[in-house]
């Protein structure tokens, strides 16, 4: 059984920061990738950035030079540090991990249930 919890979401000013993390538990190994998806009100979810086990990023062009991801791999957690938030940033933010799990050979990923993140104009 593979649990993602996220932490770090709010209520936040425009121009404040908060720092989501996600902490993978249970069997889940040989992760490929880990990332930050988000879901505003009558929008489609889009990513919001990702890293590769190898350490590459992407970030969706509205975030770039704003918002920061990292992992600690030893610890199974993905992190995303985001700066000067704006109202447009307000969203469920979901994170994403890809890999094996237990006996499985097939990788897959896994969801984490969502956190809210509000900046408030």
């Known amino acids: 059984q593979v649990q993602l919890v996220e932490s770090g979401g709010g209520l936040v000013q425009a121009g404040g920061s908060l720092r989501l993390s996600c902490a993978a538990s249970g069997s889940i190994f040989s992760i490929s990738r880990m990332g930050w998806f988000r879901q505003a009100p009558g929008k489609q979810r889009e990513l919001v950035a990702d890293?590769?086990?190898?350490?590459?990023?992407r970030y969706v062009d509205s975030v770039k030079g704003r918002f920061t991801i990292s992992t600690d791999n030893a610890k199974k957690t993905v992190y995303l540090q985001m700066n000067s938030l704006k109202p447009e940033d307000t969203a469920v933010y979901y994170c994403k991990v890809t890999g094996r799990a237990g006996s499985n050979p097939n990788v897959r990923d896994y969801w984490g249930q969502g956190t809210q993140v509000t900046a408030s104009s």
């Open positions: 890293i590769t086990g190898g350490g590459s990023t």
